[in-house]
């Protein structure tokens, strides 16, 4: 059973998140502040943290710096939807983050997501005829090799790992360039149309309207 620590002080989300996780089959534990959960965390091995930034006695941002180390992944759980943030957030090592309020399914299929990542380290893929090895970063269709780039391949392979997940553009642009959105969408929209093209994926990796794409398996 995977275990997951939920860190967050307002309780109701909490409680909340715990009982639709545990509906999952998780194994979660609560900690309402930061001193608890640093304790916790000592203590146990966790396979999971959902981390709430803004906790009494110890913040998120400490406790993320504590566990690092660790490897544990850890997913952000904030009020605070600015893009400064979100890339401290990720920039600390944080492996997802998602923004209050939110949709519960959303949460469960972001931790799905880092679980699948994680928990085995997944190098070959195959998904509509096409086969997708990360090892060798090679992609073929039906035999015949499909040249991608750096960033299109890396691309990809997000898509795929967050498969039915939509994805935000400035998240997915963060996590594939490793850099700050500045809010231009050219390239992220570009690089897109040319894997739809390259893999004949038109159908399979859909615009979604104000936020960016999801790949629909
Ligand atoms: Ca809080």
Known sequence: MLKILIVEDEKAIAN?????????????????????????????????ILLDIM??????????AYVRPMGTPVIFITAMGTVEDKIKGLRLGADDYIVKPFQIGE???RVEAILRRTSKATTEYEIFGVSINTESRTV??????IDLTVKEFDLLIEL???KNVALYRDRLYEKVWNEPFSGET???????QRLRKKLDWDEHIKTVFRVGYRLEV
């Open 107 to 109: 949460l469960i299929a």
């Open 186 to 192: 050219r390239t992220l929209d570009s690089h897109i």
């Open 160 to 162: 795929i790992r967050n």
């Open 140 to 145: 073929k269709k039906e035999g015949r090799s």
């Open 16 to 48: 909340l998140i715990k009982v639709n996780l545990s509906a999952q089959g998780y194994l979660c534990t609560l900690a309402y502040d930061g001193k608890r959960a640093a304790d916790l965390i000592e203590q146990n091995c966790y396979d999971l």
């Open 55 to 64: 906790l009494p006695e110890i913040d998120g941002y400490e406790l993320l």
